[in-house]
Each structure stands twice: as structure tokens, then as C-alpha cells.
């Protein structure tokens, strides 16, 4: 099935450094959502995004939906230990349904 | 806790059994979707539910697969003659759509998932 694609697809950092990752499609959605998943978990919804140039934030972390629709980034300041994980963009279509269509993910590390 | 519950979160059996799953979504949730997701890679969209009407169904999801939700609240999703292309973690989730429109309570929140190792 399609997926969106997810750069960078994994970013080792140290600890209180600032993150950014980003997620394109080749489709316009008319939602866009950011989830985070720990190993063995289920993602956890972290930010939605309705309107094109919307900027949300949410603690720590702002995202933005493109202006072209296709494209979403999500930024991470000032990392902590419990931000280490795995990062999916989710997208719904303009004229779709409720499925949602998930990112390829960007998975986090943080280095001692 | 009154999120998403799924049972078993673990299942190994072997290839050409059947297996069923099942999913309990946040009480209000009229909404009930399943995704598969493989190991590196993000959830896909099976198939979802509104109340107990099954509105969408994924190509993923062969005639081997089948879901229900018969009374609009719990789900459950069987695999016939598993095969070992169906290892995967397969997730559920609900949301509330409702008439408030848009907004991240209306979104969907994901259960933990049930990981199916088939041998």
C-alpha cells in the first residue's frame, strides 16, 4: 500500500539538541497528524493539522502543515531522554474516507 | 484505563491455522479501524467500522481476512489459513466522529496491538 515519505529516516542526537523531520506525498491531504511509537506499542497521536500553513504546537513540539498540502514538519526542541522513538506522519485525503495513510516513520535515538 | 484494549498482544501459531483477534475501543468511539503494520514500516489501513456497518475494506485484506462488529462496540478480526506473510503487528483504533467536526479528540487513538508470529 502507499506510504509517505519520511526524511530523515533516523537521526541519532545528544540530548537537549533540536530536532526536525519532515514527510512528503505525492497526494494532497487535507488532514495531517504526527504520532509517536515506542517498541511494542501502539502509536500515540502527538499533533493534528487541518488547515494548509497551520503552525500547532503541542509542549515541545511544533508542527506545520505545507502549503502546498502535499508536505508536513515536525520539530522537537531541546530533546529529552523519553523522546526516543519512532515519528509517523499520518495524512487523510481531501475527498477520502477515515482511513489514514502513514509515513515510512523517523526513528529517534538519543546519544549519551 | 479506558483506551483502546487489544487481546491477545501476543500470538505465535503455525502456518494454516486460524486465528481471531479482538479490539475494544474507547467506550463513546463509533468508529473502529484496523491497520497492519510490518516490522519498519508504518500502520496500513485494513478496513474500518461505523457503529457495526463495515464501510471500507483494504485491498491488504484478502478473503482469508474477515472483521466484524456485531453489536457496534467490541471487533474482532480473524485470519483463516494463516500464512507467514501475515506476521505483523496488527493494531486497532477508534475515534468519535461526531458532529463538533474537526479537532484531535475526534482523531484516532491506537491500542497497543496484537503481534502475530506465524511459524
Known amino acids: 500500500g502507499q506510504q509517505l515519505n519520511q526524511s530523515p529516516q533516523s537521526m541519532f542526537i545528544q540530548e537537549g539538541e533540536d530536532v526536525s523531520m519532515n514527510c512528503t506525498s505525492s497526494?494532497?491531504?487535507?488532514?495531517w497528524l504526527w504520532y509517536k511509537q515506542d517498541p511494542g506499542e501502539g502509536p500515540v497521536l502527538l499533533i493534528a493539522?487541518?488547515?494548509?500553513?497551520e503552525l500547532t504546537s503541542n509542549g515541545r513540539l511544533t508542527a506545520q502543515f505545507g502549503i502546498t498540502r502535499k508536505d508536513s514538519f515536525l520539530n522537537i526542541s531541546a530533546s529529552i531522554p523519553s523522546d526516543v522513538g519512532i515519528y509517523f506522519c499520518?495524512?487523510?485525503?481531501?475527498?477520502?474516507?477515515?482511513?489514514?495513510?502513514f509515513g515510512t516513520g523517523t526513528r529517534l535515538t538519543i546519544i549519551p | 484505563d479506558t483506551g483502546v484494549s487489544q487481546d491477545p498482544r501476543h500470538k505465535i501459531t503455525k502456518r494454516g491455522q486460524n486465528v481471531t483477534f479482538r479490539c475494544d475501543p474507547i467506550?463513546?468511539?463509533?468508529?473502529l479501524y484496523w491497520y497492519r503494520q510490518t516490522l519498519g514500516q508504518g500502520p496500513e489501513f485494513l478496513t474500518y467500522?461505523?457503529?457495526?456497518?463495515?464501510?471500507?475494506k483494504s485491498r491488504l485484506l484478502s478473503d482469508r481476512f474477515s472483521a466484524e462488529r456485531p453489536k457496534g462496540s467490541f471487533s474482532t478480526l480473524e485470519i483463516q489459513r494463516t500464512e507467514q506473510g501475515d506476521s505483523a503487528m496488527y493494531l486497532c483504533?477508534?475515534?468519535?466522529?461526531?458532529?463538533?467536526?474537526?479537532?484531535?479528540?475526534?482523531?484516532?487513538?491506537f491500542g497497543p496491538g496484537t503481534r502475530l508470529t506465524v511459524l
Open positions: 467506550s463513546e468511539h463509533n468508529r
Open positions: 493539522l487541518y488547515k494548509a500553513g
Open positions: 467500522f461505523q457503529n457495526e456497518a463495515q464501510l471500507e
Open positions: 483504533a477508534s475515534s468519535l466522529r461526531g458532529l463538533a467536526g474537526e479537532g484531535s479528540y475526534n482523531e484516532q487513538f
Open positions: 497526494s494532497i491531504f487535507n488532514t
Open positions: 499520518a495524512g487523510r485525503t481531501l475527498f477520502g474516507n477515515e482511513k489514514l495513510t
